[in-house]
């Protein structure tokens, strides 16, 4: 079993930071792509950011220049560094991995979210 793991949302003022943190445990063999997404009220889940196995990023078009994502592939971890917050990027913020249990067995994961709010 895999268990992701969110930390560091809360609540701050426009134009402010947040450095999400994502902790990946249980019986792992390598961990592949690593992304956040995010949820806002009355909307779909969306993608913010992906860092793929080997360290290139992809940003959606409305964080690119204020958010980094990251990882620390000795511990499992990925970070979404949120920089000049709005308050359009209030929602649940998830982290999702695709984890290799074997050499032979991949699944994707998801965390269980963690509340970002940016006040106006």
């Known amino acids: 079993q895999v268990q992701l793991v969110e930390s560091g949302g809360g609540l701050v003022q426009a134009g402010g930071s947040l450095r999400l943190s994502c902790v990946a445990s249980?019986?792992?063999?390598?961990?592949?792509?690593m992304g956040w997404y995010r949820q806002a009220p009355g909307k779909q889940r969306e993608l913010v950011a992906t860092?793929?196995?080997?360290?290139?990023?992809y940003y959606a078009d409305s964080v690119k220049g204020r958010f980094t994502i990251s990882r620390d592939n000795a511990g499992n971890m990925v970070y979404l560094q949120m920089n000049s917050l709005k308050p359009e990027d209030t929602g649940v913020y998830y982290c999702?991995?695709?984890?290799?249990?074997?050499?032979?067995?991949?699944?994707?994961?998801w965390g269980q979210g963690t509340q970002v709010t940016v006040s106006s």
């Open positions: 999702n991995g695709d984890v290799s249990t074997t050499s032979w067995r991949t699944d994707n994961y």
């Open positions: 249980g019986s792992i063999f390598s961990i592949n792509t």
């Open positions: 860092i793929f196995s080997r360290g290139s990023t």
